[in-house]
């Protein structure tokens, strides 16, 4: 089974968070940081800055961990970034 990964992007603000599920996060940032799909979420909401990820070598366990942040309040969101990155820098960078 192929890997995944689990991560939230934001906007300049840090007002939107955005969860997603990925087996490609370079790819998938850039299509969001692009606006690949003009009507997603992210680009209504100019959400484009990675501010928090995990991976997994199960690409399940990827989409059962997204289910749970999805599921919890935005306080658990925000507690995930600031554990992992406090300043809500851009992580695209770290990707690589």
Do not use: C
Not at 4 to 23: A, D, E
Not at 29 to 54: G, I, P, Q
Not at 59 to 88: C, F, S, T, Y
């Amino acid at each position: 089974m192929r890997g995944g990964f689990v991560y939230i992007m934001t906007n300049k603000r840090n007002t939107v968070l955005y969860t997603g599920v990925t087996n490609d996060l370079e790819r998938r940032v850039f299509e969001h940081t692009t606006k690949f799909n003009s009507k997603s979420f992210t680009s209504r909401y100019n959400a484009s800055k990675l501010v928090w990820y995990e991976a997994f070598w199960d690409i399940r366990d990827a989409i059962a961990r997204e289910k749970q942040i999805k599921g919890g309040p935005r306080w658990r969101k925000v507690k995930l970034i600031e554990d992992m990155n406090p300043e809500w820098l851009d992580l695209r960078a770290n990707i690589k």
